[in-house]
């Protein structure tokens, strides 16, 4: 039993040496791809024209986030991190009053460039508004 063990470790000791000592052979035409461009900050602007608190949410890649909450009456300048951002760098924004049952969600936002985000929140949350510069 003892050999046994003895000659498996030798085999293991043996297989990370072998490797080891490998080297490594370029391919030839390869070219190393183009680094990834990072996403551009996304500032977005939030105007709440509302009674009540709002709470945020952002939905991504079929993902829904609880991102910030804007006080009642208050205006509100945050950026959107890169993360939040989906995939596609398609986003939408959802919006929903505390202590009411209504809500609101806007259209497919999509973040092209250094892409500024204004969200109007009205009283009514069904006619708050979302514009894109």
Known sequence: MH?????????????AFVSGCSRSIPVKDYNEPAPVALASPVTLEV?????????????????QTRFTQVAAAHSLSIEIPENLQGQMRVIRIAARRIGGSDSYVSQAISLRGNSAVRFTIESNLNHSSVGVW
């Open 47 to 63: 105007e709440n024209h509302n009674w009540a608190d709002v709470v945020l949410y952002l939905l991504h890649d079929g993902v």
């Open 3 to 15: 050999a046994q063990s003895t000659s498996f470790a030798l085999a293991v000791l043996f297989t």
